[in-house]
C-alpha cells in the first residue's frame, strides 16, 4: 500500500466516522419519538408511571447491546502479517462498533424528553455527539497506534 492509498484510506475512515454519528442519532430520535408517541403522557401522575415499565425494558437492554457490542470491539485486534487492506478494514469494523456503542451515550436523555418534553434534553444529546463525534475522529497517528498495540 502506497502513501498515497493510506492517505486516501484515513480519509475514508474519517468521512464515515463523520456520517455515523448523525445517521445514528437521527435513528435513534426517531425511534425514541415514534416510540414515545406510543407512550402514556400526559400532566397527571398515572399515564407517567404507566411509562415506566417501558424506560425499564430500555434501561436494562442498553447494558446489554453495550457489552455484545464491547465483546465484538475487543476481539478485532491488528496483525502485521495481514495485508494492510485487511488492517485497514479490521480497523474500520472496529471504528464502527466503537462509534455505535458511544453513540448509545445520549439515548437516556433521548427517552428523558420524550417523558418531560424539555427541549434541553435535545440539545443535550446533540451536544454529546458532536463531542463525541469531534473526540474521537480517527487519524493515521491512531490508526499506527492500534497497528503496533
Same mark, same amino acid.
Given at each position: 500500500?502506497?502513501?498515497?492509498?493510506?492517505?486516501?484510506?484515513?480519509?475514508?475512515?474519517?468521512?464515515?466516522?463523520?456520517?455515523?454519528?448523525?445517521?445514528?442519532?437521527?435513528?435513534?430520535?426517531?425511534?425514541?419519538?415514534?416510540?414515545?408517541?406510543?407512550?402514556?403522557?400526559?400532566?397527571?401522575?398515572? *399515564?407517567? #408511571? %404507566?411509562?415506566?415499565?417501558?424506560?425499564?425494558?430500555?434501561?436494562? !437492554? &442498553?447494558?446489554?447491546? +453495550?457489552? /455484545?457490542?464491547?465483546?465484538?470491539?475487543?476481539?478485532?485486534?491488528?496483525?502485521?502479517?495481514?495485508?494492510?487492506?485487511?488492517?485497514?478494514?479490521?480497523?474500520?469494523?472496529?471504528?464502527?462498533?466503537?462509534?455505535?456503542?458511544?453513540?448509545?451515550?445520549?439515548? *437516556?436523555? #433521548? %427517552?428523558?424528553?420524550?417523558?418531560?418534553?424539555?427541549?434541553?434534553? !435535545? &440539545?443535550?444529546?446533540? +451536544?454529546? /455527539?458532536?463531542?463525541?463525534?469531534?473526540?474521537?475522529?480517527?487519524?493515521?497517528?491512531?490508526?499506527?497506534?492500534?497497528?503496533?498495540?
Amino acid at each position: 500500500m502506497t502513501d498515497a492509498d493510506f492517505r486516501k484510506a484515513i480519509r475514508r475512515l474519517q468521512w464515515q466516522h463523520w456520517l455515523h454519528y448523525p445517521v445514528q442519532g437521527l435513528l435513534m430520535g426517531c425511534v425514541v419519538l415514534v416510540a414515545g408517541s406510543h407512550t402514556a403522557t400526559g400532566q397527571t401522575l398515572e *399515564p407517567r #408511571l %404507566a411509562t415506566w415499565p417501558a424506560l425499564l425494558v430500555l434501561v436494562a !437492554l &442498553l447494558p446489554v447491546a +453495550g457489552l /455484545l457490542l464491547y465483546s465484538l470491539y475487543r476481539r478485532m485486534r491488528p496483525n502485521l502479517r495481514r495485508l494492510p487492506e485487511g488492517n485497514l478494514r479490521i480497523y474500520q469494523g472496529r471504528l464502527f462498533l466503537r462509534n455505535s456503542l458511544l453513540a448509545l451515550v445520549p439515548l *437516556p436523555l #433521548l %427517552a428523558s424528553y420524550v417523558v418531560t418534553h424539555k427541549p434541553f434534553d !435535545l &440539545l443535550a444529546a446533540g +451536544g454529546m /455527539l458532536v463531542a463525541l463525534c469531534w473526540r474521537l475522529t480517527p487519524t493515521a497517528t491512531t490508526y499506527q497506534r492500534w497497528l503496533l498495540s
